[in-house]
């Protein structure tokens, strides 16, 4: 059954510096979103992204964070400068063409020093 | 944001029966409902989904939707130990986001 990949499973950085987390969506799929969840909150969306733009994003996705589509698999997310708040789970998923279901990948752990 | 309930829990059930999840949220306008099952430390899998009043069902797993009264349930029968895991409701806003309630966490004793 396809799944959504998610690399690495675990990132620690340092307060400051550039992390890219990646997402292979599902094959077909063409509506692509990140979601975060701090140790113990809820899940909260980031943004949402399709035909190569952001559709929505949330207050939380200022301009330190980033989405890329670089080729025609990936799906990564920048933060440019981690704060020691942006430390959370954070899940790529995707969904099909007019469908309203999404699939959410394992997640990587981001931990910030 | 407009919200999405859920008791927090534990909901503790013994094995074998039926255990119950209640959600409710604010927003009239939400037609898109889903419930997820996420274990600790590991990502929100989808269970169900429901558009339409009254009962979808899919195996053990029964999904309502009321929207006069504005709450979701999700009803597990034959509950078994491997059910337990924190169960987030979630409704589709307007522009395709997922808003997540806070999770029931679900405790099956063996």
């Known amino acids: 059954e396809p799944e959504v990949t998610q690399t690495p499973s675990h990132q620690v950085t340092q307060m400051g510096q550039e992390v890219i987390l990646r997402c292979v969506p599902i094959?077909?799929?063409?509506?692509f979103y990140w979601y975060r969840q701090i140790l113990g909150q809820k899940v909260e969306f980031l943004v949402s992204?399709?035909?190569?733009?952001?559709?929505?994003k949330s207050e939380i996705f200022d301009d330190q964070f980033s989405v890329e589509r670089p080729d025609g698999s990936n799906f990564t997310l920048k933060i440019r400068s981690t704060k020691l708040e942006d430390s959370a789970m954070y899940f790529c998923?995707?969904?099909?063409?007019?469908?309203?279901?999404?699939?959410f990948g394992p997640g990587t752990r981001l931990t910030v020093l | 944001q407009k919200e999405v309930e859920q008791n927090s829990g534990p909901l503790s059930v013994p094995e074998g029966a039926i255990a119950s999840l209640n959600c409710t949220y604010s927003?009239?306008?939400?037609?898109?409902f889903f419930w997820y099952r996420q274990y600790s430390g590991k990502s929100p899998e989808l269970i169900m989904s429901?558009?339409?009043?009254g009962d979808k069902e899919d195996g053990r797993f029964t999904a309502q939707l009321n929207k006069a009264s504005q709450y979701v349930s999700l009803l597990i029968r034959d509950s078994q130990p491997s059910d337990s895991a924190t169960y987030l409701c979630?409704?589709?806003?307007?522009?395709?986001?997922?808003?997540f309630g806070s999770g029931t966490r679900l405790l099956v004793r063996p």
């Open positions: 998923a995707s969904s099909e063409p007019f469908e309203v279901e999404q699939f």
């Open positions: 094959s077909n799929h063409l509506y």
């Open positions: 992204f399709y035909n190569n733009e952001i559709s929505e």
């Open positions: 927003d009239r306008g939400s037609q898109s």
């Open positions: 429901i558009y339409s009043n």
């Open positions: 979630a409704r589709m806003d307007s522009s395709y986001k997922l808003i």
